[in-house]
């Protein structure tokens, strides 16, 4: 079995983490940089927890990162930049971006109750968006 582990780090805390299972990334570990914060790095725990790719996007610091299970290679993050951006496993550049907030992005997550997943944002203007 293949595992991902998602990490938000904020020192001194561990904002988030979640576990994910996939066929294409095996014992990797996902998690947002400590200093800067604007940097998602995966991880390869089989190889001595070597950095195996960088993420790089987003201009202000990245609060929280979630995988789709519909799609175990895409995921999002969150931004105080006001954007989510979804990102592929394989890429290094997110894939495309939703800037649909007045303020900073504190959280994201996919609601997959439907044919399509849906994002659900958090952000710091005190409103909930959703997209599909």
């Not at 095996?26 to 960088?54: N, S, V, Y």
């Not at 659900?120 to 599909?132: C, L, N, Q, V």
């Amino acid at each position: 079995m293949i595992c991902i582990l998602v990490y938000t780090i904020t020192i001194p805390w561990i904002r988030s983490k979640s576990l994910r299972h996939t066929q294409t990334v095996l014992g990797a570990l996902l998690f947002i940089q400590p200093f800067p914060f604007l940097i998602i790095k995966l991880r390869d725990w089989e190889k001595g927890w070597m950095c195996t790719q960088i993420f790089e996007g987003h201009s202000h610091y990245v609060m929280q990162v979630t995988f789709n299970s519909k799609d175990p290679n895409t995921f999002a993050s969150a931004s105080l930049d006001r954007t989510i951006k979804i990102w592929n496993l394989r890429s290094p550049g997110p894939n495309f971006a939703l800037d649909a907030h007045l303020k900073g992005v504190n959280c994201v997550d996919y609601f997959t109750g439907g044919d399509k997943p849906c994002l659900i944002t958090g952000p710091e203007d005190h409103t909930a968006k959703t997209s599909f």
